[in-house]
Every structure is written in structure tokens, then in C-alpha cells.
């Protein structure tokens, strides 16, 4: 059976699971369509959080 494009390549002993070398890259045509797609609908932007940064305190409310 063939393998399907941009499939993961099995786990082998002593060796990670990579991606394949044509999942990584994405056209100029494809991103074009994702910013203008990210245009039209309504998209909730995250901040990145910084994994290393104290947790923040939350207000307590609940009291």
C-alpha cells in the first residue's frame, strides 16, 4: 500500500518520529489563502504564553 503524502513515519527502536520533509512547508498560495480566510472570519488572537513565566495570580472572587 502506498504510503499517503504528509503521513508520519513510524516510530523505529531508539529513533523519534518525524514529520515528513513536505508537511513543513507551506506555498505562498496556501498562505494567502489562510491570511485571507483569517481575514474574513472572526479569529480570536492568543497571546503566545511564555512557558517559563510565574503562573499569574487570579483574583479571588469566589470568597
Not at 500500500?1 to 496556501?30: C, L, V
Not at 494567502?32 to 497571546?47: G, R, S, Y
Request: hydrophobic share 25%.
Amino acid at each position: 500500500m502506498a504510503k499517503k503524502p504528509g503521513k508520519k513515519a513510524p516510530i523505529r527502536r531508539g529513533q523519534r518520529r518525524r514529520e515528513s520533509p513536505t508537511s513543513k512547508f507551506i506555498t505562498d498560495e496556501e498562505q494567502a489563502a489562510i491570511n485571507e480566510w483569517m481575514k474574513t472570519n472572526e479569529v480570536e488572537v492568543l497571546e503566545p504564553v511564555d512557558p517559563n513565566a510565574p503562573p499569574e495570580e487570579e483574583s479571588e472572587d469566589e470568597s
